[in-house]
């Protein structure tokens, strides 16, 4: 019923840049929370950042003042802007949303999931 597809994810070299995207399509009514996690092998997924219906941002401490959420509601989609990135930024990014059907079903759905590699 409902899709997240990410995009942008890559190769950088530390310092540099990359913004991720993640949209949604499908039997939406409307979308609440919207959020960025990450895993590395072995490791639990962490939160990087969620943004609330109204805007609210809640930053993980990991990636304060170097990361940024945003989320654009008529498209459906949420950014993340990747900025000083670090070789420890390396991982499995996945979007997050809370999502309302028009068919009044809510649920949590998960993008596909999309690396970043920080490396020199």
């Known amino acids: 019923q409902v899709q997240l597809v990410q995009y942008g994810g890559g190769l950088v070299q530390p310092g540099g840049s990359l913004r991720l995207s993640c949209a949604a399509s499908?039997?939406?009514?409307?979308?609440?929370?919207m959020g960025w996690y990450r895993q590395v092998p072995e490791k639990e997924r962490e939160l990087v950042a969620t943004?609330?219906?109204?805007?609210?941002?809640n930053i993980g401490y990991s990636v304060r003042r170097r990361f940024t959420i945003s989320r654009d509601n008529a498209k459906n989609t949420v950014y993340l802007q990747m900025n000083s990135l670090k070789p420890e930024d390396t991982a499995g990014y996945y979007c997050?949303?809370?999502?309302?059907?028009?068919?009044?079903?809510?649920?949590?759905?998960w993008g596909q999931g999309i690396q970043v590699t920080v490396t020199s």
């Open positions: 997050n949303f809370g999502v309302l059907t028009t068919g009044w079903a809510r649920f949590t759905s």
């Open positions: 943004i609330s219906s109204d805007g609210n941002t």
């Open positions: 499908g039997s939406i009514r409307s979308i609440h929370a």
